[in-house]
């Protein structure tokens, strides 16, 4: 007890040099501190102008509960009737600003949950499968995303948050992601129930990929991906015919359901103006949810007029990793983005809400090895390509 009062005093000293909120974690506890902490939100909101106007009033979001756990706090209020949730996270900076770089915000349209991690994310977070077979347990087409700051793994199911936009400068950790997403959908479905359709227009991604059954094919350029896109078209509106004759509405609930299907691009900039193409795109990313055909669009610089309209409106997930400047982050949709410093780091956005999270370090060799065994023998594919025609695709596609 005497040593501990001791510390308190020898930590309270210190408080004029800076380490206050040293002071105020080990000797302040109880009610006290959570009055500091309440104080502290109330700022954030005062000097970030978040309040609702309510006759010559200003109402700010009132504080509903304040707890501590570990290495975490929880801080909950509730957001005024007729403000928008969406100033909030415009302006969480401000919750930056006064309580440090690693938190995580949750919003409604009827309160918010602000949660601080004191530990905050690691510099890398090297993939491993075992930690993901867990987490994408039940999901129908798993999207591996990295680690966020409570330490869990951070997945989603695309069946439930479609289409996904990832852009990030040149060794932002953009490749490794799509590495760790490809590499879990093929090790954590069968051929028959997930295919992959590959455009490495940059021709230095997706070689890894090749010859493996889930893969129908990796393609290289527009007038490669013109006549396969064209496939896929073809193949929606037989599914929307099958939705109509069965009378349901997704993939899901039919009696003979065909695979899911994703369509993965990398460096889909160099797209910009091939119409043929991008209107496919447009035309999955606008009714390919309920017939199972996904997308997953990754870039390095976004382009504004690529992404404008009916595309960037329906990629609703972003991963925003390391942009030049603020614009960049704004056409992505992940604002604080060109904050991003360490390589990996990125702003995950699904739907409305964004966290800063660490995607996983999945090296090329690594990966090659996990593939392995889903690889054909180069002997079995030249056979097999002799056997089909340009326009046969060994049975991906439904009554094709």
């Known amino acids: 007890m005497i040593l501990t009062a001791l510390g308190c005093v020898m930590i309270g000293s210190t408080v004029v040099g800076g380490a206050y909120p040293m002071f105020e974690r080990y000797c302040l506890k109880g009610r006290y501190r959570k009055r500091k902490l309440r104080e502290n939100l109330k700022k954030a909101f005062a000097n970030g102008d978040l309040y609702k106007t309510k006759g010559d009033k200003r109402e700010y979001p009132t504080i509903l509960r304040v707890a501590e756990q570990g290495e975490k706090l929880t801080l909950v209020f509730s957001v005024p009737k007729g403000m928008n949730p969406d100033d909030i996270e415009k302006r969480s900076y ?77 060794g932002s950790g953009k490749s490794s992601e799509l590495r760790s997403i490809l590499t879990t959908l093929i090790k954590s479905k069968r051929p028959e129930d997930l295919q992959l359709i590959l455009g490495d227009l940059k021709r230095s991604e997706f070689h890894l990929f090749k010859r493996i059954n889930h893969v129908q094919g990796v393609y290289h350029s527009p007038a490669e991906l013109i006549p396969v896109l064209q496939k896929v078209k073809r193949e929606m509106e037989k599914r929307g015919d099958m939705l109509d004759q069965e009378e349901v509405n997704s993939i899901d609930q039919l009696k003979k359901k065909p695979p899911y299907l994703v369509v993965c691009i990398d460096e889909v900039a160099l797209l910009k103006g091939e119409t ?101 023998r180069k002997e079995e594919v030249q056979q097999q390509e002799q056997e089909d025609t340009y326009d046969e695709y060994a049975g991906v596609f439904t009554n094709e």
Not at 133 to 155: H, M, N, W, Y
Request: glycine share 8%.
């Open 276 to 376: 043929a193409v991008t209107d496919i795109l447009e035309e999955i990313s606008s009714i390919g949810r309920s017939l199972g055909v996904f997308l997953i669009l990754s870039m390095q610089r976004p382009d504004a007029k690529l992404l404008d309209g009916k595309l960037k409106v329906n990629l609703t997930v972003r991963m925003g990793f390391r942009t030049a400047d603020a614009i960049n982050s704004k056409i992505i949709g992940t604002p604080g983005a060109e904050n991003i410093t360490v390589p990996g780091r990125m702003i995950l956005k699904v739907n409305s809400a964004a966290e800063e999270i660490q995607c996983p370090w999945l090296e090329n060799d690594k990966a090659i090895k996990l593939l392995a065994p889903y690889k054909n």
């Open 94 to 170: 401000v919750l930056r600003q006064h309580f440090g770089n690693n938190i995580k915000l949750d919003l409604d349209v009827k309160r918010g949950i602000l949660q601080v991690f004191n530990a905050g994310l690691p510099d890398k977070w090297t993939y491993r499968y075992e930690d993901a077979t867990t987490a994408i347990g039940g999901l129908r087409v798993p999207v591996v995303c990295g680690q966020s700051f409570d330490g869990e793994l951070k997945v989603y199911d695309m069946v439930e948050n479609p289409h996904l936009l990832i852009s990030g400068e040149t």
